[in-house]
């Protein structure tokens, strides 16, 4: 069988990408290696209400769990709570949603398809597939996530930093506060990054970390916190993953390829988040290679459009993520932190308190100046 395109991977971005190549009237391959979309599942499934005004990203009922209204941010001794509302999805069925839209547009959905190994032939691709099957395609786009493999195959590289993600889901005997998503800071929970608590029912929660260069195992420190703060608990379910953190790949497209997504890695460096830029880079990708393919050009050059267009999107704000990670790594930014704490008790808002101490040091000044991106990293 013969496809205008091939998408690896049926997750956020790869049925995004597929959407948007079917709805323009080509015929599209949606493949994916595992039997069912969305699963297993790895994400804790947290998407920003304003993240997805901003991105146009349509969330539909059926895949919410809960509508958190505010965010506790807790640092050792210090913690203060920010009005921030969240939609708390269930990834599987959001994925399922998501590869159904674009199966509703005309791409093939093949599931229980891993592909295997990409090869130009005639100004093309031979796609080779678990099972022995190969297809043709005139244009492939990556998009398998952190277990990207076609970025090799084509010659690409990408930066590897990868954080370790270890989360239970848990039923504790009495109701909890549906309306308050906690994250906990701090190298004695979990080195690196953080942990969080995400209420998805009266009595069930997610409580999560993830770990960047730990001397100790993801369990170790997810299994002290569970022990500090809940006397009694029941372990429903236990989810593992990496998710890649090395910042924004480029160059992210070659001659008939584009990665997309975690594959290129557009995951937002400082808080591991990538569903809403993965879906709206799988837009970009889509429409830049329906372009491409109604043009009768696949080339690098024509394809040069989507990173220029991502970039402009996330790109930017994710490089300005990667230094603020750092800085918050070192010492400074362990003062920094410590001093808008005791900031904000004040009364302060917090936007007001962060300004106020990246003033305190001029060293400090040019994030000061960021503000406006700084604003926009949380949401995607």
């Not at 547009?105 to 032939?121: C, N």
């Not at 970390?209 to 809940?230: I, M, Q």
């Not at 910042?247 to 990665?259: I, K, L, Q, V």
Request: charged letters at 25%; aromatic letters at 8%.
């Amino acid at each position: 069988m013969d496809f205008d395109a091939i998408v690896i991977g049926a997750g956020p971005a790869g049925s995004s990408a597929a959407r948007e190549i079917a709805s323009a009237g080509f015929k599209v391959g949606l493949f994916e290696e595992h039997e069912a979309v969305g699963l297993p599942q790895h994400c804790t499934g947290m998407l920003t209400v304003r993240g997805c005004q901003l991105l146009e990203v349509e969330v539909p009922d059926h895949v919410i769990q809960a509508r958190p209204q505010a965010v506790k941010i807790s640092y050792r001794n210090s913690c203060f709570k920010l009005p921030f509302k969240i939609y708390v999805v269930d990834r599987s069925r959001f994925d399922r949603y998501l590869a159904e839209r674009a199966v509703e547009a005309g791409a093939i959905l093949k599931t229980a398809s891993r592909v295997k190994g990409i090869r130009r032939k005639e100004g093309g691709w031979i796609v080779s597939v678990s099972g022995g099957g190969e297809y043709r395609s005139k244009l492939v786009i990556g998009a398998e996530g952190f277990k990207v493999l076609s970025v090799e195959w084509v010659g690409l590289k990408r930066a590897r930093d990868d954080a370790v993600c270890l989360q239970y889901e848990i039923e504790v005997p009495h109701p909890i506060d549906q309306e308050v998503i906690e994250v906990i800071f701090g190298s004695d929970v979990a080195p690196g990054g953080y942990a969080w608590m995400v209420p998805i029912g009266e009595r069930m929660l997610r409580v999560g970390l993830g770990v960047r260069r730990s001397r100790a195992s993801p369990r170790y420190y997810l299994e002290k916190l569970l022990k500090e703060r809940f006397r009694e608990y029941r372990i429903v379910r236990k989810m593992a993953g990496i998710v890649s953190v090395g910042g924004p790949m480029t160059p992210s497209y070659t001659d008939g390829y584009m990665a997309v997504g975690e594959a290129a890695g557009q995951v937002n460096p400082l808080f591991g988040m990538g569903c809403l830029s993965s879906i709206a880079c799988g837009r970009i990708a889509g429409k830049v290679a329906a372009k491409a393919l109604k043009e009768g050009d696949t080339s690098a050059n024509q394809l040069r459009e989507y990173e220029e267009k991502w970039w402009n999107l996330v790109g930017k704000d994710y490089m300005l993520a990667m230094e603020i990670r750092n800085l918050l790594e070192s010492e400074k930014g362990q003062k920094i932190v410590k001093c808008v704490a005791a900031e904000y008790r004040s009364g302060s808002g917090i936007g007001k308190t962060v300004l106020k101490v990246l003033r305190m040091d001029p060293s400090l000044l040019k994030y000061a100046l960021s503000w406006s991106r700084i604003k926009r990293l949380p949401y995607y």
